[in-house]
């Protein structure tokens, strides 16, 4: 069965202080890795998608990258407005659209 | 373009009714899925829809429903609600729903409270 495990559950940070997320997999064939943002009482946001070992994307403050076993989500000199929920989801080869999320991490950056 | 758009945005039920949630994707769309997300179990899938079809269903019992109608528009039914049925019900919708990767983006979800 596919598993997917987030760390750490939650961290704080300070303004531009930068860290990373770390997502764990196990699939037994991997056709994506997705990353998500979700704030208080909203849908997930999409981040990115990343689908082959090497792989690395970017997006602002925002870089993910990933590996045979594991995803990460490094973040570069954090800003308040990057608190949220950062959740990580696989997509197995054969299950159409099913997504596998983590139990995400709970970002808070202090001013 | 418009997002995916869920009605109604917040729901309270007592225990034994049923309740039907809506959802529709961005234009264009034809896969439209379904997640229950809990503080204890994080998200969990539901089920997918794709062309009026369900392709895959995740471990929920029989009380748990869906259809998808030809503008590709998706309702979810929930019957003899449970306290423990209380969550936030997601939709995604995808494209074509067999490419690879193909990315879900989700709506705002739909508060169910079961009193």
């Known amino acids: 069965e596919d598993q997917v495990t987030q760390s750490p559950e939650a961290l704080r940070l300070q303004e531009g202080e930068s860290s990373s997320l770390n997502c764990s997999y196990t699939v037994s064939g991997l056709r994506g890795l997705f990353w998500y943002r979700q704030d208080p009482g909203k849908g997930p946001e999409f981040l990115f998608t990343l689908y082959s070992a090497g792989e690395e994307k970017e997006k602002e403050r925002l870089k993910a990258t990933l590996t045979k076993k594991e995803s990460f989500l490094h973040i570069t000199a954090p800003k308040p407005e990057d608190s949220a929920t950062y959740l990580c989801a696989v997509q197995e080869d054969t299950g159409f659209q099913k997504l596998v999320f983590g139990t995400g991490t709970r970002l808070l950056v202090s001013p | 373009k418009a997002g995916v758009t869920q009605t109604p945005r917040y729901l309270i039920k007592t225990r034994g009714q049923q309740v039907t949630l809506s959802c529709s994707p961005i234009s264009g769309h034809r896969s439209v899925s379904w997640y229950q997300q809990t503080p204890g179990q994080g998200l969990q899938f539901l089920f997918e829809?794709?062309?009026?079809?369900?392709?895959n269903k995740g471990n929920f019992p029989g009380r748990f429903s869906g259809r998808q109608f030809s503008n590709s528009r998706s309702e979810m039914n929930v019957s003899t609600l449970e306290l423990g049925d209380s969550a936030l019900y997601l939709c995604a919708s995808s494209l074509a729903g067999a490419q690879v990767g193909d990315t879900q983006y989700f709506g705002p979800g739909t508060r169910l409270t079961v009193l």
């Open positions: 829809y794709f062309s009026e079809t369900q392709r």
